[in-house]
């Protein structure tokens, strides 16, 4: 199984991005989808989540500001992020499960850093 994420960089607060999380080794469209963000000394957290069945979750200091789509002919996992704050500044990881008490997958994280 690989989840392969892309998309971070340097942008400027107010600014935008979007991240990429391609998979391979899952029946993709079987699995929930999530991103998650950490920094440093803190604990892993949830920005948003995709289900199977399109049903989306996110954190509440990203929603009307972050989308997270899926495009299952890609094995594809997107996450739109739009007015950037510098608390958004974090290493993104994707993440695959097909339920709640079955294997977690994650991808290698994609840096995300927003300037003031």
């Known amino acids: 199984v690989q989840l392969q994420a892309s998309g971070g960089g340097l942008v400027q607060a107010g600014g935008s991005l979007r991240l990429s999380c391609a998979a391979s080794?899952?029946?993709?469209?079987?699995?929930?989808m999530g991103w998650y963000r950490q920094t440093p000394g803190k604990l892993r957290e949830l920005v948003a989540a995709i289900t199977s069945g399109v049903v989306t979750k996110y954190a509440d200091s990203v929603k009307g500001r972050f989308t997270i789509s899926r495009d299952n002919t890609k094995n594809t996992v997107y996450l739109q992020m739009d007015s950037l704050k510098p608390e958004d500044t974090a290493v993104y990881y994707c993440?695959?499960?097909?339920?709640?008490?079955?294997?977690?997958?994650w991808g290698q994280g994609t840096l995300v850093t927003v300037s003031s």
């Open positions: 080794g899952i029946v993709f469209s079987s699995h929930e």
């Open positions: 993440k695959a499960q097909r339920h709640l008490f079955s294997r977690a997958y």
